[in-house]
C-alpha cells in the first residue's frame, strides 16, 4: 500500500478504492442512464464555458512564459488552447456523439447449450478502472471520460500538468453532472501529479488497465513499473512497398498521400522500400513526385544510383536526396523525410518490414494478386494495406465512430482502438432444471451425462433485466 | 539485451531471435501444415515412447530422493510420472485432438465497405511468440507445443525443473517432428533454468506474451519484471450465495457440489453466503449434507447460532463446525473447509464478493429473476453461475474442446480460455479502385469523398490464398 500523502489528505489508495467502489456500484445502472450522464456532462459544459476560458487563460499565460523563455515549443502552446477555432465546439459535439454510439456492453459474442435447461453466454462487459495517461490537450478529459461512462468504466485520468487549471475545472464539470445521476461522483477522477501516478501504478488490486498515450519512452517506463497491464499507444515506423508489378499512378498516389499528407501523423509512411525491377521504371516516378512535394530522400546505394539518370535533374535534387545511414530504416522522421532501400523479393519486403517496422502499418502496392496474399499474410502489422494508403489507419476512418486510441500492442487490442477496446468479458451460466445442473453428474461412467455443446443463437442474455 | 551466457554459448537472445525469426516465416504455411506438425509430432512420440520412458524413469529416481528427504510432495511426485494409467495415451489422443479442431486464424470478425472499391478486414491471426512458464507434470510440453502450433504461434517452454530429463527428450521429439514439415525446427523450444527466464523476461522486442500458470506468487514475480503482457492463471476464491428464495434442493446439490466434487481445483467453492432469512431453513438442511461429506464449517455468529438448534446432531459437530475469523473469507482452502456467513440482501452479497472474492466464478442459488440478474450484472467475476456448481467454470466443460488455461485477469482473455485465446487480429485493407485509395480524397471540402462504412459479410478475407 502507498504511503505517499496528497493533497487534502486523501492517499492514492483512496482515490483508487473509491472509484473501483464506484465502478462495482454502476453495474446495475442502465444503458439509458449513462447515456443521460453524458447529456449531463455536456449540459454542465455549457453553462460553466466562461469559467472555463478563464481557467484555460491561466494555463495559456503560464504557458507564453515558457515558450518565451525556450522551454515549451510552440506546438504544445498551441494545443493547450481550448478557445482555439472550432475545438470547444468539437469537444461538445464528441461528448452528443459518444452518448448515440450503441452500447458496447451486454454484447452476446458466444451461447451454448452444455446440457439441457443449462445455457452458457459470453457477454461483453467493462473491464472495470481505467488510469488513462495522456498529453497536454486539456479536451482530452472530457473526451475519455465520456469513453469510460460509455462503456461502462470508471477512470482516473492525468493529463499534462500543462493543462492543470483548465483540466482541474474540466473535471468538476463532470463531478458536477454526474451528482446529477445515479452514477457516483467518484466515478471519474482527476489527479495531477506524477507521484499520484507513480503511486497508483502500485494499486493492481484496484486498477485493471493503464492506457498511457504519448511517447514510446512513457509507454516503456509505465511497463517498467507496474503489474497492471498497459494498452500503449507509441511509435508508428510505417513503410510502403512498391512491388515488381505496381501500377506506376496507384504508386505514385499511395506514396505521396501516406508520407505527406500529415507528415507528423503515426500512420504517415517513413520507409519506402522499391523492387530493383523497377528502379529505372517506376522508381523515378515516384521519386520526381516526392522531390515536387519538397520530401526529402534518404537512399542506399541502389536506389540513389538509379536517380542519377533523372532528367532534367529536380531542382532541389542537391539538398534533398541523401544517401542513407543504416539507423534511417528504424527512425519515425515524423516531417518530411522518407527512407528508401531496393529488394529483390516480396519475401525480402516482408522479411525486411518484420525486422524494421513498428508493427503499426505497412502498405504493397501491386498488381498481383500472389504478392498482395503474400504481402498481407506475411506482415506482422496491426494494418497490411493493398493499393492503399497507410494513412487510413485511423478508428474513425475505419468506422468505429469513435476512437480510444491506436494500440501499439497485439494482446487485448490491436490498431485503432474504438470503444470495444475498452470492454472485456464475462461468462454467465444458467440452469433452469429442476434440480440445478452440477459437475458430478456428468462424466465417463455408466447413467453420468454428456455435455450437448449446442450452438445458441443469442444476441443478449434473455434473463437479464435492467 | 541480455549477457548471460547459456549452455552450449546461445544466449537468451539467441532464442528468442531464433523463435520470432520461425513465427515470422511461418505465416505463409498453410494451416493444412500446421495440423500436420501435429500428427507429426504424434508419430514421433511414439516412435520415441521407450527413450521417453527412460528419461521419465531418471526424473522419478531423482524425485523419489527429494520425497524421502522430504523435500518434495508426494502428490508432486506422483505429477511427474508420465507412465501412470492412462497419461501417455491421453497426451496422445490430447494431440490429436487439438489438430482436429477448427483453425482459430484467418476468421474475419469486421468487415466493412470504407468506399467503393475499399474494402477493411479485420482478421483473427496468431499473436507472435509464447513464453510459457508451467508446473512439474512432464506432458505440459506437448500439450502447450500442440496449441501454439495449432494457433500459429512460436512457443518457448519452461517446465518443472523436477521433470527435466524428460522435457528435454520430449522437446528433441518435438524439433524432429517439425524438421519433417516446413515450419522451422526453432519454432518451439524448451529452457530448462529460472535464470534463462529472466533473461527472457527482458527480450519484450521478441516476446509478446507470457503464460505463467502456478501460483498467485508466481504469477505477481513474473508481472514484476517484465514489460511484456502477463495472461497468468492464479486464485480460485469462488463463492456461492444462498439467496432469501433459494430452493432448498438446488442449494444443497449445488454447494455440495461446488465444494467436495475437486476440493482442490481453481473452481471449487470457499464461501457460503446465506441470506440471514433462510438462517433456520435451508442453511441447517445445507449444513448437514457439508457435515456428512466431511466438510469443517467455519462460520460467523449468525450461521453457526443458526446450528446450534439442528437436531439430532450430526456426530462430527464439534470437530467440524468452528467460529470463523476475517482471514477465513480470503482464504483459498484446497480442502474440504468452507467459510460460511449471513448477509441481509443479494445487494450485500454482490457487495460481499466484490471485495472479498477473487473474480473467477461465482454463482447464486435462486427462484428470483430479479435477484438472479442482479447477481449476475453485479458481481464483477468471469463467472457468474445461476443455479449451477462453479465446477463447470472450465475449457472442455464450456465446450472450447481444449483449455489453454484459467485466465484470472480481464484483459485479452478471461475465464477459461480455448485456443481463441493465443490469437489475436490485424485489419487488411485492399483497393481495389483504378487509382488506389487516398486518404487526401476524403473530407468536408468541396468535391471530397465521404466514407460509406457499409458492414460487409464475410467470414474469410476473399482476396487471400494459400
Given at each position: ?44 459544459l ?6 472555463i476560458?478563464?481557467?484555460n ?11 518565451e ?13 481550448l ?42 462487459c ?13 479536451e ?21 500538468k ?13 463531478q458536477?453532472a ?19 501516478v ?6 493492481d ?10 511517447s ?7 511497463q ?26 496507384k ?6 498521400d501516406?508520407?505527406?499528407?500529415y ?7 517513413e ?96 498488381e498481383?494478386p500472389?504478392a498482395a496474399?503474400?504481402f ?28 480510444v ?62
Amino acid at each position: 500500500m502507498s504511503s505517499i500523502s496528497f493533497p487534502g489528505d486523501y492517499t492514492a489508495e483512496d482515490i483508487a478504492k473509491s472509484a473501483k467502489t464506484a465502478f462495482q456500484a454502476s453495474q446495475l445502472i442502465s444503458s439509458a442512464e449513462r447515456a443521460k450522464a453524458l447529456h449531463e456532462i455536456r449540459r454542465e459544459l455549457e453553462a460553466t464555458k466562461d469559467d472555463i476560458m478563464v481557467a484555460n487563460k491561466k494555463d495559456l499565460e503560464a504557458a507564453q512564459i515558457e515558450v518565451e523563455a525556450g522551454r515549451m515549443s510552440s506546438s504544445l502552446f498551441k494545443r493547450l488552447d481550448l478557445g482555439k477555432g472550432e475545438k470547444w465546439d468539437s469537444m461538445l459535439q464528441g461528448v452528443t456523439d459518444v452518448a448515440n454510439l450503441p452500447d458496447p456492453t451486454g454484447i452476446v459474442t458466444y451461447a451454448s447449450e452444455l446440457d439441457d435447461s443449462l445455457e452458457l453466454y459470453r457477454v461483453s462487459c467493462p473491464i472495470g478502472l481505467l488510469l488513462v495517461i495522456f498529453e497536454a490537450r486539456p479536451e482530452v478529459v472530457i473526451n475519455i471520460a465520456a469513453l469510460a461512462i460509455k462503456s461502462g468504466n470508471a477512470a482516473i485520468l492525468k493529463g499534462g500538468k500543462e493543462s492543470n487549471e483548465t483540466t482541474r475545472l474540466l473535471s468538476k464539470v463532470i463531478q458536477t453532472a454526474l451528482s446529477r445521476t445515479s452514477i457516483s461522483s467518484t466515478y471519474i477522477q482527476t489527479i495531477q501529479t506524477r507521484a499520484e501516478v507513480s503511486a497508483l501504478l502500485e494499486l493492481d488490486q484496484y486498477i485493471d488497465l493503464v492506457i498511457p498515450r504519448g511517447s514510446n519512452s512513457l509507454v516503456r517506463n509505465i511497463q517498467n513499473n507496474t503489474r497492471i497491464p498497459v494498452m500503449g499507444h507509441a511509435d508508428g515506423l510505417c513503410s510502403v512497398y512498391l512491388d515488381e508489378s505496381a501500377d506506376i499512378g496507384k504508386a505514385m498516389r499511395v506514396v505521396l498521400d501516406s508520407k505527406t499528407d500529415y507528415p507528423a501523423a503515426c500512420n504517415a509512411a517513413e520507409t519506402l522500400i522499391v523492387h530493383e525491377n523497377i528502379l529505372s521504371t517506376v522508381w523515378p516516378a515516384v521519386a520526381k513526385a516526392l522531390l515536387a512535394a519538397e520530401v526529402n530522400l534518404l537512399c542506399d546505394t541502389p536506389t540513389l544510383t538509379a536517380l542519377s539518370a533523372l532528367s532534367p535533374v529536380p531542382t532541389n535534387f542537391t539538398t534533398h536526396v541523401q544517401p542513407s545511414t543504416p539507423d534511417a530504416y528504424t527512425t519515425e522522421h515524423l516531417s518530411l523525410t522518407l527512407s528508401v532501400l531496393a529488394i529483390p523479393s516480396v519475401a525480402d519486403a516482408i522479411r525486411f518490414i518484420n525486422a524494421h517496422s513498428s508493427h503499426h502499418t505497412d502498405c504493397i502496392v501491386t498488381e498481383d494478386p500472389a504478392a498482395a496474399s503474400a504481402f498481407c499474410r506475411g506482415v506482422d502489422s496491426a494494418g497490411t494495406f493493398v493499393n492503399a494508403s497507410t494513412r487510413f489507419a485511423d478508428g474513425f476512418r475505419y468506422g468505429f465512430g469513435t476512437e480510444v486510441g491506436i494500440s501499439t500492442g497485439r494482446i487485448h487490442a490491436r490498431g485503432p482502438v474504438g470503444l470495444e477496446g475498452l470492454v472485456t468479458y464475462k461468462y454467465m451460466l444458467r440452469s433452469k432444471g429442476e434440480n440445478g445442473h452440477i459437475v458430478g453428474e456428468f462424466g465417463a461412467g455408466e447413467g453420468k451425462k454428456q455435455f450437448k455443446h449446442t450452438r445458441l443463437s443469442a444476441e443478449t442474455v434473455p434473463f437479464l433485466t435492467e
